[in-house]
Each structure stands twice: as structure tokens, then as C-alpha cells.
């Protein structure tokens, strides 16, 4: 009887989650009113976090465990949740992340600072390797960074003394404009895809130097943080923005 009814109430599961996946896929693509673009609402507002793609002690001892914790969890949450709100307040939906940044100089701080701050750390956590990625780039990306900068010891010095020049809280790029490479930094949270910005490009390599990033470990010492982070370079990523 009892294991009848459990069949049952399987069955009726089953069916519910198909239609609720041939309702997914029929729902309708949303027009906006400021972006006249359509787009498909998988890739819309509202936004939410990422998980991170390893464990939060995964980037131990360069970046530890608390760090990562509070910087995913809290930070970056925060940054979702506050995009969500301000998205709502001003009467935005169903809006592409990207789409966002490029009209950043439009919007108001709280949709400029929370979209690049949710975009930028998607990307940063991808910018780093579980086990310690490190070592030097190869291929393509290797060359375009010789290319560039001379060597690859020349190119990590120039991201070091822009890391380090950049002055309160803010973010290193490496970006790469007509096929070349650049070095440059951001204030706050914006980011080479906003209009707002005066270094512009695609973001290829990403390091937040705020001090939320490195405060519990390295306290005021960005440069020991700067050292550290190189260790856990995932170079496999680095390079697919590269080609991408
Ligand atoms: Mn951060």
C-alpha cells in the first residue's frame, strides 16, 4: 500500500519536473525597454553567485581559507545581491551582465559598482588553479606576452608595479586590444568592458587588489599577496581568453 503510493507520488514527481522543463524552454525571450537587444533569459537578471570551481582551502598557503570564504560568500554575495536590488529599483529586468558594463557612465553607482563587482570576481576566481597552477604560460599566449613586454620576468614586473600603483582599492588587467597586449589598472570595480573605463580591451588575466583580498593573511602587504598570487596562475584559462 505504502510503497504503492510512494510509486505514485514518483510518477507525479516525474511528470511535474517534465513540464516544468517543456515550460523552461518555451518561456518567452524578453524585449527591454533601454536594452532594445533580445535576449534569452538563461543569461539575465536577475544574477547569482557562482560557485567557486574549487574548494575554499584549495588555494592554500598563497591564499587562505578564511580569505576565501568571507571573499566569496560575503563580497562577492553581497555584490549579486545589491546588483539584484538596484536592478529592481530602477525598474531593469531581464538585462545581460555585459550589456550593463557597457553602458556603466549611464547608470546609476550602485548598478555600476555592483555589476562590475559581480563580473570581475566571476572571472577572478577562474584566474586562479586548485593544487597551485604557477609556473610560466605557453603556446600562443606565451608568445603574445613576449611580444609585448620582452619576456615573461618583464611582463610579471610591469602587473607587479601596476598592482601595486594602484592606488586604494581596485584591480590589475591584462587586456588585449587589436590582438596586442596591454597592462593596466582599474579603480573600485570597473572594468575594461565598461565605457566608463579608460583601459580598454578584453580581460584576459585579472587580479583584484583590494584589500579584502589579502588583508587576514598578508594584512597591509600587498606586494607579499602579489608574490603569492603568481603561484596559482591557471595559465589554461589565461590562455583560452587569449584565444577567445
Ligand atoms: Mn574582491
Redo the contacts with the bound molecule.
Keep these: 500500500m505504502e510503497n504503492k503510493e510512494l510509486k505514485n507520488n514518483r510518477r507525479d514527481f516525474i511528470k511535474k519536473s517534465a513540464l516544468l522543463a517543456v515550460a523552461a524552454t518555451a518561456l518567452p525571450v524578453f524585449k527591454n525597454e533601454m536594452f532594445a537587444e533580445v535576449v534569452s533569459p538563461a543569461e539575465t537578471s536577475p544574477f547569482t553567485l557562482p560557485p567557486l570551481p574549487y574548494d575554499y582551502a584549495a588555494l592554500e598557503p598563497h591564499i587562505d581559507t578564511m580569505t576565501m570564504q568571507i ?1 566569496h560568500d560575503k ?1 562577492h554575495a553581497a555584490y549579486v545581491t545589491n546588483l539584484n536590488k538596484a536592478l529592481v529599483e530602477n525598474k531593469l529586468e531581464k538585462v545581460k551582465l555585459e550589456d550593463l558594463l557597457m553602458k556603466a557612465s549611464t547608470l546609476p553607482p550602485a548598478i555600476r559598482n555592483n555589476s562590475g563587482g559581480h563580473w570581475n ?1 566571476s572571472m577572478f576566481w577562474n584566474m586562479m588553479k586548485a593544487g597551485g597552477g604557477g609556473g610560466n604560460p605557453s603556446g600562443e599566449i606565451a608568445d603574445a606576452i613576449n611580444a609585448a613586454f620582452g619576456t615573461f620576468d618583464d611582463f610579471k614586473k610591469k602587473f607587479n608595479e601596476t598592482a601595486m600603483g594602484r592606488f586604494g582599492s581596485g584591480w590589475a588587467w591584462l587586456v588585449k586590444l587589436n590582438g596586442k597586449l596591454t597592462v593596466g589598472s582599474t579603480p573600485n570595480q570597473d572594468n575594461p568592458l565598461m565605457d566608463a573605463s579608460e583601459l580598454k580591451g578584453t580581460p584576459v588575466l585579472c587580479l ?1 587588489v ?1 584589500e ?2 589579502y588583508y587576514l593573511h598578508h594584512q597591509n602587504k600587498r606586494a607579499d599577496y602579489v608574490t603569492a598570487w603568481w603561484n596559482l596562475v591557471n595559465w589554461d584559462e589565461v590562455s583560452k581568453r587569449f584565444k577567445g
Design positions: 571573499h563580497h570576481h583584484d583590494w579584502h583580498a
